[in-house]
């Protein structure tokens, strides 16, 4: 036994301007809308260490492993001088004041936290956390009861759903609170980077992820389509004035092959789009637009039964024809560059059923590491877009107008000092 006390200094996160404002405005219920990198986690860390600090329990909710991995890593870095227990299994912090933080993961919203009790909940990226009505009605509201504890739900947008309803619940109850916080209101992101972002990334997209906006098309990714509709499109034939660039993408059985010819004034000049026909009933088709169309460059795509049937036509003597390897990153660029080609006005497209169903239901949905996948919804194609993205990349990447969509550093704060007494220890 021990007798005297002895102090020890933590360091806490120190908000910037707009965090500082939410928390001197907070209430028992508090909902952050934010746009990418405004500090949400920062100020969770914030929130959570304070409480146990002040020896209480405290629970930190996200969706996913990878969601919450950077959160428990700095909450164990910012409480290590007072940390007496720490399981990584069970990702539990206990605190020389008596206070503890657990983190949980969200696969079954309902289980998630039963039978704890906490001062303070912390669910980070929300909108994100799947049957988040139910989790929080039947899961973390019962655990603050003991304490009479309070909620900070934090989250970029995503759509119109639960975290949206809480959102606007804050105008209805008085122990609610909530904000709606861009990225801009984060002194500590360049103001080009987003300005940058702007220009490049479809409103939409831009709206959600840097405005923090609630957006009725979160998932949509192509806006503007039937604006972008020519009726004097498709063409007859080619001209002798004109550049043509050709997106190609493979297919046999359930989906369709489809040939996209662009011309270098942004016009879906041809489209020809067929299934269920031999390798080399397809070979011939392709030869055909091409010899019809005489692309300067064409992309087809390498996946799966790609490169061979690639080999095949430049075999034929069609080498205008280069592969495109589809990657996450890789389509991410193709796809984003045409929605923003449909955003401005710099396609035109015919007045094609198919293809404008295509383009109006291809969404993206967002994945568990904060990155997007872009796809048809289940049941319907997207062949069509595949070659259309192919095509117009073809164009751009020939006349050298590349898009790429920037990435903010991360949020660099201040840092404050809180000083906690530590009595007697055994």
């Not at 933080?101 to 309902?110: K, L, N, R, S």
């Not at 970029?156 to 959102?167: D, V």
């Not at 007045?351 to 109006?360: F, H, Q, R």
């Amino acid at each position: 036994m021990t007798t005297g006390t002895r102090e020890i200094t933590v360091t806490l996160p120190r908000p910037h301007v707009a965090q500082a404002r939410v928390l001197a405005e907070s209430s028992r219920f508090n909902v952050m809308v934010c746009g990418r990198r405004f500090g949400k986690t920062m100020l969770g860390i914030e929130r959570a260490s304070r409480a146990a600090l002040d020896g209480y329990p405290v629970g930190w909710f996200a969706p996913t492993y990878k969601d919450s991995a950077e959160a428990w890593r700095e909450l164990v870095r910012t409480l290590s001088a007072v940390v007496v227990r720490k399981s990584e299994t069970e990702k539990r912090l206990e605190l020389v004041t008596g206070g503890m933080i657990e983190v949980w993961t969200m696969g079954d919203p309902g289980s998630s936290g039963r039978s704890r009790k906490y001062k303070r909940v912390i669910v980070d990226e929300a909108a994100k956390v799947p049957q988040l009505e139910e989790a929080w009605t039947e899961s973390l509201r019962p655990t603050l009861a003991d304490y009479r504890g309070d909620a900070w739900f934090l989250s970029t947008p995503k759509g119109r759903n639960y975290f949206w309803r809480l959102f606007n619940m804050a105008a209805e109850y008085d122990n609610w609170r909530s904000w709606q916080m861009p990225t801009a209101a984060n002194p500590f992101i360049h103001p080009d980077e987003i300005e940058d972002a702007r220009r490049q990334l479809p409103q939409s997209a831009f709206a959600q992820e840097y405005l923090a906006e609630f957006t009725d098309d979160a998932g949509a990714v192509f806006r503007n389509v039937r604006g972008c509709v020519d009726e004097a499109l498709p063409l007859e034939g080619p001209s002798i004035h004109r550049r043509y660039f050709g997106g190609l993408d493979w297919a046999q059985l359930n989906d369709f092959t489809v040939v996209a010819i662009v011309d270098d004034t942004g016009a879906l000049v041809a489209l020809d789009r067929f299934n269920q026909v031999a390798w080399a009933v397809q070979y011939g088709r392709v030869a055909t637009m091409t010899e019809r169309w005489r692309p300067v460059h064409g992309l087809a795509e390498l996946n799966s039964i790609g490169s061979p049937n690639l080999e095949q036509l430049q075999a034929q003597g069609l080498r205008q024809w280069g592969g495109f390897t589809t990657t996450n990153e890789s389509k991410n660029d193709v796809i984003l560059a045409l929605a923003l080609a449909f955003e401005r006005g710099e396609i035109r497209i015919p007045n094609d059923p198919v293809l404008i169903a295509e383009l109006e239901s291809f969404e993206a949905t967002r994945l568990p590491s904060g990155k997007w996948r872009y796809s048809a919804p289940d049941g319907m194609h997207d062949d069509c877009v595949i070659a259309l993205a192919l095509a117009w990349w073809a164009h751009l990447t020939t006349t050298a107008h590349v898009l790429r969509i920037p990435h903010t550093g991360l949020y660099r704060g201040a840092d404050t000092r809180r000083r906690v007494k530590v009595g007697p220890r055994s």
